[in-house]
Protein backbone atom coordinates (compact mmCIF):
# COMPACT_ATOMS: atom_id res chain seq x y z
CA UNK A 1 0.00 0.00 0.00
CA UNK A 2 0.86 3.59 -0.83
CA UNK A 3 0.13 6.00 1.99
CA UNK A 4 0.46 9.91 1.42
CA UNK A 5 0.86 11.47 5.32
CA UNK A 6 -0.13 15.22 4.96
CA UNK A 7 -0.31 16.92 8.61
CA UNK A 8 -0.67 20.70 9.42
CA UNK A 9 3.16 21.48 10.13
CA UNK A 10 2.19 24.32 12.12
CA UNK A 11 0.45 21.92 15.00
CA UNK A 12 2.84 19.84 17.49
CA UNK A 13 -0.12 17.32 18.09
CA UNK A 14 -0.38 17.19 14.09
CA UNK A 15 3.05 16.56 13.85
CA UNK A 16 3.49 14.25 16.45
CA UNK A 17 0.82 11.79 15.57
CA UNK A 18 2.02 11.68 11.89
CA UNK A 19 5.81 10.60 12.90
CA UNK A 20 3.87 7.61 14.87
CA UNK A 21 1.54 7.29 11.89
CA UNK A 22 4.25 6.99 9.84
CA UNK A 23 6.36 4.68 12.38
CA UNK A 24 2.93 2.19 12.02
CA UNK A 25 3.09 1.74 8.25
CA UNK A 26 6.79 1.69 7.39
CA UNK A 27 7.25 -0.92 10.18
CA UNK A 28 3.98 -3.22 8.06
CA UNK A 29 5.81 -2.39 5.22
CA UNK A 30 3.89 -0.23 3.64
CA UNK A 31 5.14 2.96 1.13
CA UNK A 32 5.16 6.59 3.23
CA UNK A 33 5.20 9.38 1.21
CA UNK A 34 4.96 13.20 2.37
CA UNK A 35 5.12 16.75 0.30
CA UNK A 36 8.87 17.59 0.28
CA UNK A 37 8.05 20.55 2.30
CA UNK A 38 7.66 17.93 5.63
CA UNK A 39 11.18 17.33 5.34
CA UNK A 40 12.39 19.23 7.63
CA UNK A 41 9.79 17.73 10.40
CA UNK A 42 10.76 13.97 9.26
CA UNK A 43 13.80 13.53 7.96
CA UNK A 44 14.93 11.69 11.07
CA UNK A 45 12.41 8.60 9.87
CA UNK A 46 14.58 6.59 7.75
CA UNK A 47 11.91 5.19 4.92
CA UNK A 48 9.59 7.89 4.21
CA UNK A 49 9.81 8.97 0.56
CA UNK A 50 9.47 13.04 -0.36
CA UNK A 51 7.95 14.22 -3.21
CA UNK A 52 7.24 17.31 -5.08
CA UNK A 53 3.37 18.31 -4.23
CA UNK A 54 2.53 17.89 -8.09
CA UNK A 55 4.05 14.26 -8.12
CA UNK A 56 2.41 13.18 -4.44
CA UNK A 57 -1.14 12.19 -5.91
CA UNK A 58 0.30 9.34 -8.48
CA UNK A 59 -0.84 5.52 -7.53
CA UNK A 60 -1.51 6.41 -4.40
CA UNK A 61 -4.09 4.14 -2.69
CA UNK A 62 -4.68 6.59 0.73
CA UNK A 63 -4.47 10.27 1.26
CA UNK A 64 -4.07 10.70 4.96
CA UNK A 65 -4.90 14.08 6.39
CA UNK A 66 -4.15 14.85 10.03
CA UNK A 67 -5.38 18.10 12.06
CA UNK A 68 -8.36 19.18 12.39
CA UNK A 69 -11.43 19.75 10.06
CA UNK A 70 -9.09 22.49 7.98
CA UNK A 71 -6.42 20.33 7.49
CA UNK A 72 -9.06 17.63 5.97
CA UNK A 73 -10.86 19.67 3.81
CA UNK A 74 -7.57 21.38 2.48
CA UNK A 75 -6.59 18.11 1.28
CA UNK A 76 -9.99 17.15 -0.19
CA UNK A 77 -9.39 20.39 -2.46
CA UNK A 78 -5.68 18.92 -3.03
CA UNK A 79 -7.11 15.48 -3.81
CA UNK A 80 -9.90 16.94 -6.59
CA UNK A 81 -7.80 19.24 -8.05
CA UNK A 82 -5.43 16.27 -9.32
CA UNK A 83 -8.20 14.66 -10.43
CA UNK A 84 -9.55 17.11 -12.62
CA UNK A 85 -6.29 17.90 -13.77
CA UNK A 86 -5.16 14.51 -14.49
CA UNK A 87 -8.34 12.55 -15.40
CA UNK A 88 -8.24 10.51 -12.52
CA UNK A 89 -10.25 8.89 -9.67
CA UNK A 90 -9.87 10.35 -6.41
CA UNK A 91 -7.73 9.22 -3.78
CA UNK A 92 -9.30 7.96 -0.77
CA UNK A 93 -9.16 10.46 2.02
CA UNK A 94 -8.95 9.39 5.55
CA UNK A 95 -9.19 12.10 7.93
CA UNK A 96 -7.30 12.03 11.58
CA UNK A 97 -8.47 14.10 13.76
CA UNK A 98 -5.99 16.13 15.98
CA UNK A 99 -8.50 19.40 16.56
CA UNK A 100 -11.38 20.05 18.22
CA UNK A 101 -14.66 18.84 16.41
CA UNK A 102 -13.25 16.90 13.51
CA UNK A 103 -16.67 16.46 11.78
CA UNK A 104 -14.61 14.83 8.69
CA UNK A 105 -12.02 12.72 10.47
CA UNK A 106 -12.47 8.74 10.17
CA UNK A 107 -11.14 8.51 14.08
CA UNK A 108 -9.01 10.56 16.42
CA UNK A 109 -5.20 10.71 17.42
CA UNK A 110 -5.34 8.09 20.09
CA UNK A 111 -6.85 5.49 17.69
CA UNK A 112 -3.84 4.50 15.25
CA UNK A 113 -4.71 1.10 15.44
CA UNK A 114 -7.41 1.60 12.94
CA UNK A 115 -4.71 2.18 10.48
CA UNK A 116 -4.24 -1.50 10.14
CA UNK A 117 -8.38 -1.70 8.65
CA UNK A 118 -6.56 0.25 5.55
CA UNK A 119 -4.49 -2.46 5.17
CA UNK A 120 -7.64 -5.25 5.58
CA UNK A 121 -9.56 -3.43 3.76
CA UNK A 122 -12.10 -2.87 6.62
CA UNK A 123 -13.82 0.09 5.93
CA UNK A 124 -16.21 2.01 4.60
CA UNK A 125 -16.64 4.65 1.77
CA UNK A 126 -18.62 7.46 2.19
CA UNK A 127 -19.03 9.57 -1.25
CA UNK A 128 -19.06 13.17 -0.55
CA UNK A 129 -21.74 15.04 -2.43
CA UNK A 130 -19.82 18.35 -3.65
CA UNK A 131 -21.09 21.58 -4.93
CA UNK A 132 -20.89 23.41 -7.95
CA UNK A 133 -20.74 27.09 -8.87
CA UNK A 134 -20.82 28.80 -11.99
CA UNK A 135 -19.85 32.51 -12.17
CA UNK A 136 -21.32 35.41 -14.23
CA UNK A 137 -19.61 38.65 -12.99
CA UNK A 138 -18.79 40.04 -16.49
CA UNK A 139 -15.24 38.87 -16.08
CA UNK A 140 -14.87 35.16 -15.02
CA UNK A 141 -18.11 34.65 -16.77
CA UNK A 142 -18.43 30.54 -16.59
CA UNK A 143 -16.07 30.48 -13.97
CA UNK A 144 -16.71 26.95 -12.48
CA UNK A 145 -15.35 25.87 -9.05
CA UNK A 146 -16.11 22.96 -6.60
CA UNK A 147 -16.82 23.53 -3.03
CA UNK A 148 -16.62 20.32 -0.02
CA UNK A 149 -18.11 22.41 2.02
CA UNK A 150 -20.19 25.33 1.38
CA UNK A 151 -20.49 28.46 -1.16
CA UNK A 152 -21.21 31.43 0.85
CA UNK A 153 -21.66 35.25 -0.93
CA UNK A 154 -21.65 38.17 1.90
CA UNK A 155 -20.83 42.07 1.85
CA UNK A 156 -16.90 42.68 2.24
CA UNK A 157 -17.56 45.69 4.15
CA UNK A 158 -20.43 43.70 6.68
CA UNK A 159 -23.09 45.49 5.19
CA UNK A 160 -26.87 44.40 4.86
CA UNK A 161 -27.33 43.49 0.92
CA UNK A 162 -30.16 42.51 -1.10
CA UNK A 163 -30.42 39.81 -3.67
CA UNK A 164 -32.98 37.75 -5.51
CA UNK A 165 -32.85 33.57 -5.59
CA UNK A 166 -34.57 31.04 -8.29
CA UNK A 167 -34.48 27.89 -8.71
CA UNK A 168 -34.74 26.40 -11.89
CA UNK A 169 -35.41 29.55 -13.70
CA UNK A 170 -38.48 30.21 -10.81
CA UNK A 171 -38.23 33.35 -8.32
CA UNK A 172 -38.28 32.08 -4.90
CA UNK A 173 -37.68 34.95 -3.11
CA UNK A 174 -36.12 38.32 -2.70
CA UNK A 175 -33.83 37.92 0.18
CA UNK A 176 -32.12 41.42 2.55
CA UNK A 177 -29.98 39.68 4.43
CA UNK A 178 -26.37 40.01 5.41
CA UNK A 179 -25.51 36.98 2.88
CA UNK A 180 -26.41 33.87 1.80
CA UNK A 181 -24.73 30.17 2.55
CA UNK A 182 -25.47 27.07 0.13
CA UNK A 183 -23.90 23.94 1.69
CA UNK A 184 -23.66 19.95 0.98
CA UNK A 185 -24.67 17.86 3.94
CA UNK A 186 -20.96 17.74 4.42
CA UNK A 187 -20.60 21.04 5.47
CA UNK A 188 -24.10 21.42 7.27
CA UNK A 189 -22.01 21.41 10.45
CA UNK A 190 -19.52 24.14 9.42
CA UNK A 191 -20.64 27.48 8.59
CA UNK A 192 -24.41 26.98 7.80
CA UNK A 193 -24.64 25.21 11.16
CA UNK A 194 -23.44 29.15 12.93
CA UNK A 195 -26.17 30.45 10.99
CA UNK A 196 -29.31 28.73 12.34
CA UNK A 197 -29.00 25.70 9.53
CA UNK A 198 -29.70 21.86 10.10
CA UNK A 199 -27.36 18.98 10.78
CA UNK A 200 -27.31 16.42 8.16
CA UNK A 201 -26.72 13.05 7.55
CA UNK A 202 -23.15 13.51 5.57
CA UNK A 203 -24.33 10.67 3.28
CA UNK A 204 -27.56 12.82 2.10
CA UNK A 205 -27.55 14.65 -1.22
CA UNK A 206 -29.21 17.68 -0.57
CA UNK A 207 -28.09 21.18 -1.09
CA UNK A 208 -29.00 23.75 1.78
CA UNK A 209 -29.66 27.44 1.22
CA UNK A 210 -29.41 29.11 4.71
CA UNK A 211 -29.67 32.94 4.52
CA UNK A 212 -26.58 35.18 7.53
CA UNK A 213 -28.34 37.07 9.71
CA UNK A 214 -31.74 37.66 7.56
CA UNK A 215 -33.88 40.98 7.86
CA UNK A 216 -36.90 39.15 8.19
CA UNK A 217 -39.40 37.27 11.00
CA UNK A 218 -39.84 34.31 8.44
CA UNK A 219 -36.81 33.50 6.77
CA UNK A 220 -35.81 29.43 7.33
CA UNK A 221 -33.38 27.64 5.58
CA UNK A 222 -34.32 25.57 3.05
CA UNK A 223 -33.52 22.19 1.51
CA UNK A 224 -33.66 21.58 -2.56
CA UNK A 225 -33.07 18.38 -4.32
CA UNK A 226 -29.77 17.90 -5.57
CA UNK A 227 -30.86 18.11 -9.46
CA UNK A 228 -32.19 21.82 -8.49
CA UNK A 229 -29.92 24.52 -10.38
CA UNK A 230 -30.15 27.97 -7.80
CA UNK A 231 -29.11 31.21 -9.12
CA UNK A 232 -28.83 33.97 -6.87
CA UNK A 233 -28.84 37.98 -8.47
CA UNK A 234 -26.94 40.88 -6.44
CA UNK A 235 -29.16 43.69 -5.89
CA UNK A 236 -27.02 46.73 -4.92
CA UNK A 237 -24.55 49.31 -6.17
CA UNK A 238 -21.42 50.69 -4.93
CA UNK A 239 -19.84 49.22 -1.78
CA UNK A 240 -17.47 46.53 -3.13
CA UNK A 241 -20.06 44.50 -4.09
CA UNK A 242 -21.16 40.70 -3.31
CA UNK A 243 -18.29 38.54 -2.46
CA UNK A 244 -18.48 34.74 -2.77
CA UNK A 245 -16.58 32.32 -1.27
CA UNK A 246 -15.72 28.98 -2.54
CA UNK A 247 -15.18 26.35 1.04
CA UNK A 248 -13.86 29.96 2.76
CA UNK A 249 -11.56 31.11 -0.46
CA UNK A 250 -12.89 34.59 -2.30
CA UNK A 251 -13.71 32.97 -5.82
CA UNK A 252 -15.23 36.23 -7.25
CA UNK A 253 -17.15 39.67 -6.60
CA UNK A 254 -20.75 40.08 -8.15
CA UNK A 255 -21.55 43.90 -8.63
CA UNK A 256 -25.63 45.31 -9.36
CA UNK A 257 -27.47 42.20 -11.42
CA UNK A 258 -24.36 40.30 -11.76
CA UNK A 259 -24.98 36.38 -10.50
CA UNK A 260 -23.51 32.89 -9.84
CA UNK A 261 -25.06 29.68 -9.94
CA UNK A 262 -25.16 26.70 -7.52
CA UNK A 263 -25.80 22.86 -8.69
CA UNK A 264 -24.89 19.55 -7.49
CA UNK A 265 -21.46 19.03 -8.72
CA UNK A 266 -21.14 16.01 -11.41
CA UNK A 267 -17.70 14.91 -9.02
CA UNK A 268 -17.93 12.97 -5.31
CA UNK A 269 -14.49 12.47 -2.79
CA UNK A 270 -14.29 8.77 -1.37
CA UNK A 271 -14.33 9.51 2.84
CA UNK A 272 -12.82 6.90 4.18
CA UNK A 273 -15.06 5.40 7.32
CA UNK A 274 -13.40 3.10 9.76
CA UNK A 275 -15.44 2.97 12.20
CA UNK A 276 -18.93 3.30 10.84
CA UNK A 277 -20.13 5.76 13.64
CA UNK A 278 -17.12 8.46 13.31
CA UNK A 279 -19.50 11.01 12.23
CA UNK A 280 -22.28 10.43 15.42
CA UNK A 281 -19.15 10.28 17.89
CA UNK A 282 -18.37 14.03 16.98
CA UNK A 283 -22.14 15.04 17.21
CA UNK A 284 -22.82 13.53 20.56
CA UNK A 285 -19.39 13.72 22.29
CA UNK A 286 -18.54 17.23 20.94
CA UNK A 287 -20.63 19.30 19.74
CA UNK A 288 -23.65 18.64 21.93
CA UNK A 289 -21.05 18.50 25.18
CA UNK A 290 -21.60 22.14 26.21
CA UNK A 291 -25.83 21.87 25.73
CA UNK A 292 -25.50 19.00 27.81
CA UNK A 293 -22.80 18.76 30.32
CA UNK A 294 -23.04 14.40 29.97
CA UNK A 295 -22.23 11.68 27.91
CA UNK A 296 -25.13 10.78 26.42
CA UNK A 297 -25.08 7.42 28.29
CA UNK A 298 -24.30 8.59 31.77
Do not use: W
Not at 214 to 234: G, K
Not at 235 to 245: I, S
Not at 256 to 282: I, W
Amino acid sequence: MRYILYPNLTKKKAVQTAIAAAERLLSGGDTVCMSAEASAYFSGIPGICFLPEQELLHHADFFIAIGGDGTILRSAGKILQYSLNNGTDPVKLVGINTGTLGFLAAFEANELEMLERLRRGEYAISGRMLLRSVMHDGIHDGQVSHAMNDIYASRLNGKICDFTVSVDDRPIGVYRADGIIFSTPTGSTAYALSAGGPVMEPDLSLIEMNLICPHSLFARPMLFAPQRQIRVTYRGVGDGGLNVHIDGTQSSVLHNHQSFTVTRSEFSLPFVDCKGHAFYDALNGKLMRPLKGAELNS
